[in-house]
Structure formats: structure tokens, C-alpha cells
């Protein structure tokens, strides 16, 4: 496994433990705290989104065509900002912190959108 492949292994393994946790918080201790329904469903997306973009980077990171990609920085950096961009939202929502989207906001598609280019970076490696 090339040096880099590892470190995106263990950034996958990484967000899939904090995919778990984050998530659990959400089902638990998010919903003592709020019974606004937008917000937890917001954390839920961001959990299922860092879990399953953990998996994704663990399994590419694992298959040797994929090495020199493009896919596995660009969902890692994506999936960072997309999940943790929410995860901020949410959390200022909470503690009444202003103004906090306008900030936090256009983080949450551009994270999006570099998730969907690692996805057509690997649907277009050789």
C-alpha cells in the first residue's frame, strides 16, 4: 500500500468512528437538547454522510487502481466540509450563535460538490 493510500485508510477509518459517535450523540444526546426536527435530521444526514464517505475512503484506499487518483482527497476534503459544515450549523443553531450560516452555509455544497467529483474521478480512472 503506497504512503499515501494509508493515510487516506486511516482518515477513512477515522471519519467511520467519528461517523458512529457523532451519530450516536445525535440519537441521544442531540435530542435532550433540542426537539427542533430540523436540526437533528441535519446532524443524521451529516453522520450517515461521514460514515459512508469513511467506508468509501477505506475501500478505495484498499484497491490499487485507484492509488493515484483524485478520489480519495477530494471525497476526504468534501466530506470534511460537507458533514463538518453541518455538524457547525447545527451546533451554533443551538447555542444561539448569529450569523453563523452565512459563514458555515456555502461550505455545506461546496463540500458537496467536491464529494460528487472524487465519485466522477473514480467513475473516470483509467
Do not use: C, D
Not at 477509518?13 to 435532550?32: K, P, W
Not at 484506499?61 to 492509488?67: D, K, N, Y
Request: hydrophobic residues 50%.
Amino acid at each position: 500500500m503506497a504512503p499515501l493510500s494509508a493515510s487516506f485508510t486511516k482518515i477513512g477509518a477515522l471519519y467511520g468512528a467519528a461517523g458512529v459517535m457523532l451519530g450516536a450523540f445525535g440519537a441521544h444526546g442531540l435530542q435532550t437538547r433540542t426537539t427542533e426536527a430540523k436540526l437533528i435530521k441535519n446532524w443524521e444526514t451529516a453522520s450517515h454522510y461521514l460514515l459512508a464517505h469513511g467506508i468509501a475512503l477505506v475501500a478505495i484506499s484498499a484497491h490499487p487502481r485507484f492509488t493515484r487518483s483524485y478520489a480519495p482527497p477530494l471525497i476526504a476534503l468534501g466530506t470534511a466540509m460537507f458533514s463538518g459544515s453541518i455538524y457547525g450549523l447545527v451546533m451554533a443553531r443551538l447555542r444561539g450563535v448569529e450569523g453563523a450560516g452565512k459563514v458555515l452555509g456555502p461550505v455545506t455544497p461546496l463540500g458537496g460538490t467536491l464529494i460528487i467529483a472524487g465519485w466522477v474521478s473514480l467513475l473516470l480512472a483509467p
